[in-house]
């Protein structure tokens, strides 16, 4: 691993485990026994750091949004995709906890987050309409059902990391449930059949 993909492995860990503030630059060169003259040739800021992050995490999603076009639209693959889209916000947990803080300290952030928003909701909004055309989801019974959905999903994405850290979940089973918590969002959107199979999955 390259000395940049330890700063950033090592600033994950640490930005997950005591939060944004408590992190400095020096706190992330000592944890790697390095000088923080060799940590500052690859990142001169923290926030260059946060950055480097969070363009992580956008690929991943950019990555699930490119799979619509290329897998088969089924019940399995929204419970994949889901999955996969959670899995990689936990994965970089420390955005979503600190997220206000984030948001307010780091103007280029926010803007690159309201990028980020904006795959999140093309790409919900391309798979409702694939999963309707697929029998998956029944059609809208008003011009802007799946806009309101989409807007529900985002506040829940937005801050289930942040209130599972403030109840105490267990890190092992937090995406579980929380997964399961937004997939029964989708339930009374489902078609008769895919309920069905969404009830046979909980068995």
């Not at 700063?7 to 860990?13: E, F, K, Y």
């Not at 600190?98 to 309201?114: A, C, G, S, T």
Request: aromatic share 14%; net charge negative; glycine share 2%.
């Amino acid at each position: 691993m390259k000395t940049r993909d330890k700063i950033l492995h090592t600033a994950l860990n640490l930005f997950n485990q005591h939060g944004v503030p408590n992190i400095t630059l020096r706190r992330i060169a000592s944890e790697m026994f390095i000088s923080q003259g060799n940590l500052n040739y690859h990142f001169k800021h923290r926030e260059d750091i946060i950055e480097a992050l969070f363009f992580q995490l956008m690929e991943t999603f950019e990555a699930e949004k490119a799979k619509l076009d290329t897998e088969k639209m089924d019940f399995q693959f929204i419970l994949d995709s889901t999955r996969n889209g959670m899995e990689a916000l936990f994965k970089f947990r420390f955005l979503m906890i600190d997220f206000n803080q984030v948001m307010r300290e780091n103007p280029k952030i926010h803007e690159h987050f309201k990028q980020l928003e904006e795959v999140r909701k093309t790409t919900y909004l391309y798979s409702f309409d694939l999963a309707i055309k697929a029998g998956i989801m029944r059609a809208p019974a008003f011009e802007t059902e799946y806009i309101g959905l989409n807007e529900r999903i985002r506040v829940f994405s937005d801050f289930w990391i942040a209130s599972a850290e403030i109840y105490g979940e267990p890190i092992e089973t937090t995406v579980d449930k929380y997964h399961n918590l937004l997939v029964e969002m989708f339930f009374p959107y489902f078609t008769k059949e895919a309920q069905r199979e969404f009830l046979l999955k909980r068995l």
